[in-house]
């Protein structure tokens, strides 16, 4: 709310910088001044009259709509008590046009442009000026400056709702990237820690039978992990980045090798553009980091497969699974798919498969999404 607040003072206040150039109109009420033969005490007054009128017209371009009715008001009284004087005042009574046409609906609008009207033929016919066009010219340049608040009207209320949905874009647009983020890191840190815990369990294993040798090596590629950890969780905030599916591939063997379990890689992995490659090997990375968690078999099977317009990859263990419960991570990868078009499936009869499916062509990107 205060950022919309500041928003539209912002652009109030643009709006304001241009004011002075609609104040040509003045050119009515000023050309009199120089030409008929008016005393000194009433040019001061006339002028006297111009400058509150001008300032009451700045007033009134910093007001929100609502509030204009007494500035208004101000400006007609004005032009009131100068017409008997000077006839130019038809410049004041066509600023009161814009304001009644600006800021009030057409039928409260209308109806007050009327009443303006109304005023000039009572000065013409009635109280007398020193112009007999004086109620024409009125009229015309009051109607025609009316519709020009109108106009400036829609305007601003097109203008607002621009910057209001370019608010909305960028507030959306900052939700996702924000669950974009919690997904990557919850997908990277849990793949993290998860070898953290087995490197760490098997080096004390290897302590234990002073097999130092082995658990060296095994402290060492902890602390190789705990740096690409690090790496990644700094990337995650302008996009994941990895080596390739290929490599990745290597890598979550290794991990998988090291977890006690044997690993298929069947068929030939697809070549994807690097926004849907990287959603794949992210949701490859969770479905294998399940598979070291949570299953008791020892075999992993990752496999490739395509038809004529869809890619499928499942990841399936041989582990007794009666239910699995879909948490953080397989509701993470099921949204990274989806937003490729694609589709999750899990299978328990033999097992835990999961399959993913993705369409061949590209998905066209909707504005504020990330993967």
């Keep these: 709310m205060m950022i919309n607040e500041k928003t539209k003072q912002k652009a109030s206040n643009e709006e304001a910088k241009h004011a002075w150039v609609y104040l040509f109109n ?16 009433e040019i001061v007054l006339l002028s006297l009259a111009m400058l509150v009128f001008v300032a009451l017209y700045f007033y009134c371009f910093y007001l929100p709509r609502q509030r204009m009715f007494w500035p208004i008001i101000g400006m007609y009284v004005i032009a009131c008590a100068v017409t008997p004087w000077n006839p130019g005042s038809v410049a004041f009574f066509s600023y009161v046009g814009f304001f009644l046409g600006f800021a009030y609906r057409w039928p409260y609008a209308l109806t007050a442009v009327l009443g ?17 066009l004086f109620f024409h010219y009125g009229t015309v340049i009051v109607v025609t400056v009316a519709i020009f608040g109108r106009v400036e009207r829609l305007r601003q209320r097109h203008a607002a709702a621009e910057r209001r949905s370019a608010e909305e874009i960028e507030r959306l ?81 290794q991990r998988l ?66 239910e699995v419960q879909r948490g953080n991570g397989l509701l993470g990868v099921q949204q990274r798919i989806q937003e490729l078009g694609g589709s999750v499936e899990v299978f328990t009869a033999r097992g835990c498969a999961v399959a993913l499916q993705l369409p061949k062509h590209e998905i066209p990107k909707v504005t504020g999404a990330t993967t």
């Design 26 to 41: 003045l050119g009515f009420y000023i050309l009199p001044m120089v030409l008929f033969p008016y005393t000194v005490s």
């Design 116 to 132: 303006v009207i109304a005023t000039l033929a009572v000065f013409q016919w009635g109280v007398g000026t020193h112009w007999d």
């Design 173 to 253: 647009a900052t939700s996702v990237e924000r669950e974009r983020i919690a997904r990557d890191l919850h997908d990277i840190l849990g793949h993290t820690l998860s070898s953290i815990v087995l490197k760490s369990d098997l080096a004390k294993a290897q302590l234990g039978k002073q097999q130092y040798d082995a658990a060296a090596q095994q402290l060492q590629e902890l602390s190789e992990i705990a740096r690409i950890s690090l790496s990644q969780v700094r990337q995650s905030v302008s996009g994941y980045k990895h080596r390739g599916l290929a490599l990745e591939l290597k890598r979550l063997e």
């Design 257 to 322: 090798q090291d977890a006690g379990f044997r690993t298929d890689i069947l068929g030939k992995p697809p070549l994807f553009d690097a926004v849907r490659e990287t959603a794949l090997v992210l949701a490859i990375t969770e479905l294998v980091t399940n598979v070291i968690r949570h299953s008791s078999g020892q075999l992993c099977t990752i496999h490739f497969d395509e038809s004529a317009d869809v890619y499928r990859v499942q990841v399936c263990d041989d582990g007794n699974h009666a």
